[in-house]
């Protein structure tokens, strides 16, 4: 299986590449979708409730990653 942060890093880049076709409002929601489908298809897990909050904190953090590189180079 791949680390969390390979797949958050995979988020991210889906996440810019949907941008171009959806707008930037509705990021969060693809990249918690996303990240959801992550948690449960590339992440080890007991229940599919850890493969949901596993993927809900992937999504969550690469919104916070990508915030956090805009804030950096303004």
Known sequence: MFEAGVVVAVIIALG???KG???AKYIPLVTMFLG??????????QAI????MNGVIMGLSSNGLFDMTKVIRK
């Open 36 to 45: 959801i489908i992550g948690g449960y298809v590339y992440l080890p897990h």
């Open 16 to 18: 810019q590449f949907v």
């Open 49 to 52: 409730q850890d493969a949901v």
């Open 21 to 23: 076709y959806l707008g």
